[in-house]
């Protein structure tokens, strides 16, 4: 998970790395994207609940097929719980503040810009979060 400072070191890294590059072809290409797992939607409240419900299945599936031996076949055994009214306020209370994690956007159109922006803030583009630059 990325929180502001550190995601501005991994994005100043690239740019110094990129600019030293020797590149293969005739030009080195300086295109990347980091695309979030997002869920936006007009009720901040719905979209936090299933986002982070589906936040919660993804992280258990990657625990479970990257620390397991054996291949689960079939429904996982992962909860499909959708998180208490109090980690949803907790969550809604805690994101886009400073040290919060910048690695999904999860709530209303407004919360969205908002986490876009702090990308902007550590040296990112818009267009490297996915989000079309006129989206309002």
């Known amino acids: 998970m990325y929180h502001d400072e550190l995601l501005a070191k991994r994005v100043q890294e690239y740019r110094d790395a990129v600019e030293k590059a020797d590149p293969v072809g005739l030009v ?3 295109h990347f994207a980091c695309n979030p797992a997002s869920l936006v939607l007009k009720d901040d409240y719905k979209a936090c609940r299933y986002g982070l419900r589906g936040g919660q299945f993804f992280l258990g599936s990657m625990v479970l097929y990257f620390t397991h031996k054996k291949l689960s076949v079939g429904r996982l055994p992962i909860s499909r719980d959708f998180p208490s009214d109090e980690q949803i306020r907790k969550f809604m209370k805690n994101r886009n503040t400073p040290m919060s994690q910048l690695s999904t956007i999860i709530g209303d159109p407004a919360c969205a810009r908002e986490t876009v922006q702090r ?10 979060h996915g989000i079309h630059p006129n989206v309002r």
């Open 28 to 30: 080195t290409t300086n």
């Open 119 to 128: 990308f902007v803030d550590v040296g990112g583009r818009r267009a490297d």
